[in-house]
C-alpha cells in the first residue's frame, strides 16, 4: 500500500489483484468502516461479493452512522458527522455508490449538487439569556498569548504530547476564548482530552480555521447518515451478493503468532445464541473493528431517562479488543481508552415537533424558514451559559424520508451529563425524554408558562446516553492503537476510530473510510495509490491565512512584543522586501 494525490492515480482502475480468487473475507462490524472495507474488496480487489461475509451482532447495519424510526419511541440519531471537501478516501469510494433516490448519479453527485445549491453557513453560532445572540461575531477572541500556546502545539511533536491532557497546554487565554468555544462543541472535545489528538485535529483541518465560526467550512447529507450513506452502501453490496450476517456477534479471534509473520486462525461467534468458530486460513482475511464509541449506548423515551451503563459488557467491541490485546503487544491497548466513562460520556436527544408551536421559536434563532427545505440551523447553535453544555441543531428538513409532512427533527447534545440544568434542576443523564425538551426550551426563550406544556404535546423527546462516545479523544502514546495492519500480519488488519494510520484524525466519517480503504489495499497489493491526507498543514498559503484568521485579522506587526521580537521582526520584512515573499505577505493580510 502506497500514498498518491492527483488525478493521475485518482482516475485510474487497479489491476485484479493476484490470487484474489482463491480468498475470501470476514468483515467485523457493519459501520462506516467496516462497509467501506466490504465496497473496497468488490470494488478494487474484485473480490466475488459471494466470498465477502460481514458479521453483524445487531439485527440492522451502520454502527455510529444510524438514523432509525423506533416502533413505540420514534425517530433517533445519535449523533451527526460534519464532512468537508478534502475526505479524499470517502469521495473516492462514494463516487462509485449509485445514488437510492436519483437514477444514473452517484452519492458523490447528488451530495455535491446539494451542498453547491444550497451552501451551509451558520447565522447564529451561539446564545445567552434565553435565546439571545451571544455575539460570538465570528471572532475567536485570543489574546496573543492564547495564539501563540496554539501556534506552540502545532509545532510540538508527538512524541513529547504522549498521555498530555488539553489543558496541560492551553491555559484560561485559550480555554475561555470564543476559539475554545467553537472548536470543543463542534468537535466535542472536552479540557482532559489528548492534547496530541488536539494538534492532529489543528493540523489536519488548518485550511478551515476561517470557516470555525459561522460554519461555512461544512457540508452536510440531504438525510441523516444512515439513509444517506448507509443505505446505498448496503445497496450497493447486495448488488454484489455481499454476504450478511446479522445477530452474529464475534467475540474473539485467536491468532497464530510467529518471529516473521501473525496469522489470524480462528473467529469465536455467537450465532443465534450459539457458539461457533469460522476457521482461517492465510487465504482468509479478517478485518476487525475493534473498541466502539456507541458501545453500552443506551435510549431512554419521552418519560423515561436513558440509563448510563458503564461497565464493559462481555461478548461487545470492548471485551473483544481486549481478548484481542493481550495476544500481541501490538495489538493496542483498549484500557487506555475505556477505563473511565466519566471522561468519555456525552448525551444527545433526537426531538421531533409534532405541531407548529416550537417551530417559530426555532426559526427566531436560527433565521431561517425550517420548513423550506433548505440549511435551518447551519450546524450547531451552542448555549453559552448553560450548566450542560447543550448545543442544538435542525439540518435540512425532512431528515427522515418517513418524516410527516410540518415536522421538524432535530439533535440535541450536552457536553456536562452530571450537571444540574438551568431550569431542570436534574443532571442530564437523569433526566426524561420530556425534561431535556423542557431545559432546551427555557434556553430557546419560551416563556416558563409554556415550557411543561410544549414539551409534553407539541414534541417527542428520545434520550441517548453514549457513556465511550469520545473514548478515542483520551489521553494516549504510540502503539495504544492498533495499526490498521499490523507488522507481520498476512491476513488480518484493524478497522475503524480505534485503528491507527498516518496524519488523519478520529471520530470523522474519513477516517473510517480510510481505514477500510487501506487495510484492504495493503492485505490485497493492491496497485492504487490510497490518496493521502489533504496536505494544507504544508500549504504556506494555509498556514498564513489561518494565523491572520485565528487573531481576527490582525497582522503580526499588531502583536505586542518586546523590543528584541520587534527589531528581528523588521529585520525579517526588510529581507523580504521586494521578493515574492513580500508579496505573498501581503496578500494573506500578514503584514
Not at 459471494?50 to 433517533?76: F, T, W
Not at 457458539?275 to 473498541?291: H, K, Y
Not at 479523544?473 to 488488519?493: E, H, I, K, L, T
Not at 475503524?496 to 478520529?506: L, M, N
Request: aromatic share 12%.
Amino acid at each position: 500500500m502506497y500514498y498518491s494525490n492527483g488525478n493521475y492515480e485518482a482516475f485510474a482502475h487497479p489491476e485484479k489483484p493476484e490470487g484474489v480468487e482463491r480468498k475470501s473475507a470476514y468483515i467485523v462490524g457493519s459501520g462506516l468502516a467496516a462497509l467501506s472495507a466490504a465496497c473496497f474488496l468488490v470494488r478494487d480487489g474484485q473480490m466475488s461479493g459471494k466470498r465477502v461475509h460481514i458479521l453483524e451482532k445487531d439485527p440492522i447495519p451502520g454502527g455510529a452512522c444510524d438514523g432509525y424510526q423506533y416502533d413505540n419511541l420514534g425517530y433517533v440519531m445519535r449523533g451527526g458527522r460534519e464532512m468537508d471537501n478534502h475526505f479524499e478516501c470517502m469521495w473516492d469510494l462514494f463516487r462509485s455508490i449509485p445514488s437510492i433516490e436519483t437514477e444514473g448519479v452517484s452519492v458523490l453527485d447528488e451530495y455535491y449538487w446539494l451542498n453547491k445549491h444550497d451552501p451551509n453557513y451558520s447565522l447564529m453560532r451561539a446564545t445567552v439569556k434565553r435565546g439571545e445572540d451571544a455575539h460570538t461575531d465570528g471572532k475567536f477572541g485570543l489574546s496573543d498569548k492564547g495564539a501563540m500556546e496554539i501556534m506552540k502545539l502545532f509545532f510540538t511533536p508527538d512524541e513529547e504530547l504522549y498521555d498530555k491532557r488539553i489543558n496541560e497546554v492551553f491555559d484560561d487565554d485559550v480555554l475561555n476564548s470564543n476559539f475554545w468555544l467553537y472548536w470543543r462543541t463542534m468537535f466535542a472535545f472536552e479540557n482532559w482530552h489528548s492534547a496530541l489528538e488536539m494538534k492532529l485535529y489543528i493540523k489536519r483541518f488548518i485550511h478551515h480555521v476561517g470557516g470555525l465560526p459561522d460554519f461555512k467550512a461544512l457540508r452536510f447529507t440531504k438525510y441523516n447518515q444512515y439513509e444517506s450513506m448507509i443505505l446505498p452502501m448496503i445497496k450497493y453490496l447486495e448488488s454484489f451478493d455481499v454476504q450478511f450476517h446479522y445477530d452474529t456477534k464475534v467475540i474473539n479471534v485467536e491468532f497464530d503468532i510467529q518471529k516473521e509473520k501473525k496469522v489470524a486462525r480462528r473467529i469465536e461467534v455467537i450465532r443465534d445464541g450459539n457458539e461457533e468458530n469460522i476457521d482461517l486460513t492465510e487465504n482468509d482475511l479478517i478485518f476487525i473493528t475493534n473498541g466502539g464509541c456507541v458501545e453500552n449506548s443506551t435510549l431512554g423515551s419521552q418519560n423515561q431517562a436513558a440509563p448510563f451503563m458503564a461497565e464493559i459488557k462481555e461478548g461487545g467491541g470492548w471485551d473483544m479488543w481486549r481478548k484481542i490485546a493481550v495476544q500481541d503487544p501490538s495489538f493496542g491497548h483498549p484500557d487506555k481508552f475505556c477505563y473511565d466513562p466519566e471522561q468519555s460520556n456525552w448525551m444527545s436527544a433526537t426531538v421531533t415537533t409534532l405541531d407548529d408551536r416550537i417551530p417559530p421559536y426555532i426559526q427566531k434563532i436560527c433565521k431561517r424558514d425550517p420548513l423550506s427545505g433548505k440549511v435551518v440551523t447551519g450546524g450547531i447553535v451552542t448555549v453559552r451559559d448553560s450548566n450542560w453544555l447543550l448545543s442544538w441543531t435542525f439540518n435540512r428538513q425532512p431528515q427522515f424520508r418517513s418524516q410527516p409532512k410540518g415536522q421538524l427533527v432535530g439533535w440535541i447534545y450536552g457536553l456536562f451529563s452530571d450537571k444540574p440544568g438551568n431550569y431542570v434542576k436534574k443532571p442530564m443523564r437523569e433526566c426524561t425524554g420530556k425534561e431535556i425538551c423542557m431545559e432546551w426550551l427555557y434556553h430557546m426563550g419560551v416563556p416558563e408558562s409554556e415550557i411543561e406544556g410544549l414539551a409534553e404535546h407539541s414534541a417527542n423527546t428520545i434520550p441517548c446516553m453514549m457513556p465511550y462516545i469520545t473514548a478515542f479523544f483520551m489521553p494516549r502514546r504510540d502503539g495504544d492503537r492498533p495499526a490498521v495492519v499490523p507488522q507481520g500480519s498476512v491476513n488480518f488488519a484493524f478497522l475503524g476510530q480505534f485503528a491507527e494510520t498516518a496524519r488523519d484524525t478520529i471520530f470523522t466519517t474519513e477516517y473510517s473510510v480510510r481505514t477500510g480503504m487501506e487495510s484492504v489495499y495493503t492485505l490485497l497489493n493492491i496497485d492504487r495509490g490510497v490518496p493521502e491526507v489533504w496536505g494544507s498543514t504544508y500549504d504556506i498559503r494555509d498556514l498564513l491565512k489561518a494565523t491572520v484568521q485565528l487573531r481576527d485579522g490582525k497582522t503580526i506587526t499588531d502583536m505586542d512584543q518586546g523590543l528584541i521580537e520587534k527589531l528581528a521582526l523588521k529585520a525579517i520584512l526588510k529581507k523580504a522586501n521586494g521578493t515574492d515573499i513580500e508579496k505573498l505577505l501581503k496578500e494573506y493580510h500578514v503584514v
